[in-house]
């Protein structure tokens, strides 16, 4: 059961901004990632992504629960890093309108991928928003022996938008692999979520549906930087001019 990604949001081509959890307490925690959701949401972009790329899983619950009883005005979703199981139950508990897998197909052997299918099933079925799924995603391992237009339809089955990379944190998602993804999934949501820069989007919107963004919002452009908001501007701004086009 495939539900309607795209109508979380309130433009066409949406961007998700990534809070990666830098701090050394949980107050420090709170309090950056509030402040970068609200730089990120004011200049632009459709919603952030609480995720532990830095901080514990403790650190993402306490984000997700300062969000959800503050009743804050922003989409919020979730990626706990490798706990899947963990992740679909903070979604539910603090109400994320979606979460990102990173990996929903292609990254177990077939003898353990049964077993996955059926796991994603339950929770889906457990969960009323939207899951965020990567096939051939950064640092995911390509264990199913598939091809890659066999693990897509199965991934398709398995999420409500597709997530597609290029090798790594910060590096580019090549046009080839977006097109080779949207000749597959057809009218299926596919969300850029690696490398996505003001230069290159214009090019990555023409296939995609819309973007996960870290790096580039960042003052270092790394993921380890702060959030600037002139960089969120730079890249928000070519969005709009994007979206005038599409309406």
């Given at each position: ?28 925690v ?5 402040e970068?959701?609200?730089?990120m ?14 901080g ?7 984000v ?7 009743k ?11 706990d899947d ?14 979460l ?13 991928d049964?077993?996955?299918?059926r ?21 995911q ?33 090549e ?14 949501p ?21 973007a ?8 270092s ?19 709009e ?7």
């Amino acid at each position: 059961m495939s539900r309607d990604f795209l109508s979380i949001f309130s433009s066409v081509k949406p961007v998700m901004g990534m809070l990666h959890l830098n701090g050394d307490t949980e107050i420090e925690v709170i309090r950056r990632a509030n402040e970068e959701a609200r730089i990120m949401t004011e200049n632009g972009v459709d919603a952030v992504i609480v995720e532990n790329y830095f901080g514990t899983p403790e650190y993402v619950r306490a984000v997700l629960r300062d969000f959800q009883s503050n009743k804050v005005q922003f989409v919020y979703g979730v990626n706990l890093l490798d706990d899947d199981e963990a992740n679909f139950k903070a979604a539910i508990q603090y109400g994320a309108a979606f979460l990102q897998l990173d990996s929903v197909a292609g990254h177990l052997p077939p003898a353990e991928d049964a077993a996955f299918g059926r796991f994603m099933k339950t929770w889906r079925d457990a969960y009323e928003g939207c899951v965020i799924g990567g096939v051939r995603f950064k640092y995911q391992p390509y264990l199913s022996g598939r091809s890659l237009e066999e693990d897509l339809i199965i991934g398709m089955g398995r999420c409500d938008a597709i997530a597609v990379t290029g090798l790594g944190t910060g590096m580019p998602t090549e046009i080839s692999k977006i097109k080779e993804f949207r000749d597959i999934v057809g009218d299926f949501p596919l969300l850029v979520t690696a490398g996505v820069t003001p230069e290159s989007c214009p090019a990555q919107f023409a296939l995609a549906h819309g973007a996960i963004v870290g790096s580039y919002f960042k003052d270092s452009h790394t993921a380890a930087g702060n959030i600037c908001k002139d960089h969120v501007r730079e890249l928000m701004t070519v969005v709009e001019t994007i979206r005038r086009g599409v309406s």
